[in-house]
């Protein structure tokens, strides 16, 4: 994806364009695999830690990226997909962990399977999958 398009997206989710924002973009988009806090930090070293926190929150706010709960602790961040936004950020995949590169991905070709417990109301579910993901099996 082009810089202007990330102009547009951001525009789309009422979000004032900043460097630090197209940059953490870009760096999502050109990533096939979730985010950490630390992968952003460790790649877009120019802006502190303040500042990409915030804008990780903005972006999390504003259904431009989700958190996943990994096993570990440490959450990931994907990409969301178009539909998403302020008002609508739902996410019904998978997601995918490799116990060998410690990655996490986001499945979006497979749903969560629908649960209905009775007498509870269902809020959010995490569907957390976890064992060698596609680039270690090819690596063997
Ligand atoms: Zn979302
Ligand atoms: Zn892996
Ligand atoms: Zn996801």
Same mark, same amino acid.
């Not at 830690?49 to 994907?78: C, M, Q, W």
């Given at each position: 994806?082009?810089?202007?398009?990330?102009?547009?997206?951001?525009?789309?989710?009422? #979000?004032?364009?900043? +460097?630090?924002?197209?940059?953490?973009? /870009? !760096?999502? @988009?050109?990533? &096939?695999?979730? =985010?950490?806090?630390?992968?952003?930090?460790?790649? #877009?070293?120019?802006? +502190?830690?303040?500042?990409?926190?915030? /804008? !990780?929150? @903005?972006?999390? &706010?504003?259904? =431009?990226?989700?958190?996943?709960?990994?096993?570990?602790?440490?959450?990931?961040?994907?990409?969301?997909?178009?539909?998403?936004?302020?008002?609508?950020?739902?996410?019904?995949?998978?997601?995918?962990?490799?116990?060998?590169?410690?990655?996490?991905?986001?499945?979006?070709?497979?749903?969560?399977?629908?649960?209905?417990?009775?007498?509870?109301?269902?809020?959010?579910?995490?569907?957390?999958?976890?064992?060698?993901?596609?680039?270690?099996?090819?690596?063997?």
């Amino acid at each position: 994806m082009a810089q202007e398009n990330f102009r547009e997206l951001l525009k789309k989710h009422t #979000l004032r364009v900043t +460097d630090c924002r197209l940059d953490v973009l /870009t !760096l999502f @988009s050109s990533n &096939e695999k979730a =985010l950490s806090f630390r992968n952003l930090e460790d790649n #877009l070293t120019k802006y +502190d830690r303040v500042t990409l926190y915030r /804008t !990780l929150n @903005s972006f999390e &706010e504003s259904g =431009l990226v989700h958190k996943i709960p990994t096993d570990n602790g440490a959450a990931a961040y994907g990409l969301c997909q178009s539909t998403c936004s302020t008002d609508s950020h739902n996410h019904d995949h998978i997601h995918f962990t490799c116990d060998q590169c410690g990655s996490v991905e986001c499945i979006e070709s497979h749903q969560v399977p629908a649960v209905q417990i009775p007498g509870y109301l269902i809020k959010e579910m995490n569907f957390l999958v976890s064992g060698t993901c596609k680039t270690c099996l090819q690596s063997v």
